[in-house]
């Protein structure tokens, strides 16, 4: 049995809507993690790491402190809890819940507010206060604003007069009878640090190192490798067609005549592509699965 290691780096988890994508992303990127249905002490199997689940919401804050030595949450939440954390990555990737988020204005369709100068005085329901008061403010406007406990689209108008709410697509906004006027922040999943945790070296290398691998497995998400034996005289024009991620690997065969070719391209133009490889010349082309590219 190994030897418990006395270092220990402590990660916060987001818990809610980050959290089953989070676990995939931790899967890719080659950690067996698993999160018990009634516990908030995820297991992992590296012994460097403890792992806590905590509210997006409440993340960035508990790092501020020093409770977390790192933690992964939402670039608003960041900004909503008015923290001063070290941003190490932007972890924004093509799964549901970690991509690009907009914080935006919305109000009933027949409202007569149509830009922020017509917020004045009005009456404001959201769940990040601070950053609609910081957006209020830049925009020379006052108003009431008001913490929603959620259910926030439904306000309009009765409760209030305008919600700035989060969406992804708008759908909710729009089945609400809700029109968006303004955006007021893009927001990410981030991964970010304790400033003094970070100065420690044996923290700063472990955290770089994970960070190598997550980002790793997001770079290689919507890409795959390639490989193909191409006659050596149809060489340039296979490679005309690559659009590679570096530059190719080209390997003699036993056979002088040929060379293997190895690269990665975007999974979504293999379709169009196999088709001119073989034109082209190429034979015996392969397409692999990757779950990490390291640039």
Known sequence: MSRRSKKRLRLGLPKGSLQETTQKLFTRAGFRLRIPSRSYYPEIDDEELDCILIRSQEMARYVDQGVLDAGITGLDWVIENRVKVKELADLRAPWPNYGPVRWVVAVKNNSKIRKPKDLQGKRIA???????????????????????????????????????????????????????????????????????????????????????????????????????????????????????????????????RWVAINTVIEERIVKDLFPRLSEAGARAIVEYPLNKIIE
């Open 126 to 256: 959201t769940e990040v206060v601070y950053l609609t008061q910081r957006y209020l403010k830049s925009h020379g406007v006052k108003a009431e604003v008001e913490f929603s406990w959620g259910a926030t689209e439904v306000k309009p108008p009765v409760l209030a007069d305008a919600i700035i709410d989060v969406t992804e697509t708008g759908s909710s906004l729009r089945t609400n009878d809700l029109r968006i006027i303004d955006t007021v922040l893009e927001s990410t999943p981030r991964f970010i640090a304790n400033r003094e945790a970070y100065t420690d070296a044996w923290k700063k290398r472990k955290m770089e190192r994970l960070l190598l691998l997550l980002t790793g497995a997001i770079y290689a998400v919507d890409r795959v490798g390639l490989m193909m034996n191409v006659p050596a005289d149809h060489l340039d024009k296979v490679l005309s067609l690559l659009p590679a991620l570096g530059t190719p690997t080209i390997s003699h065969l036993a056979d002088d």
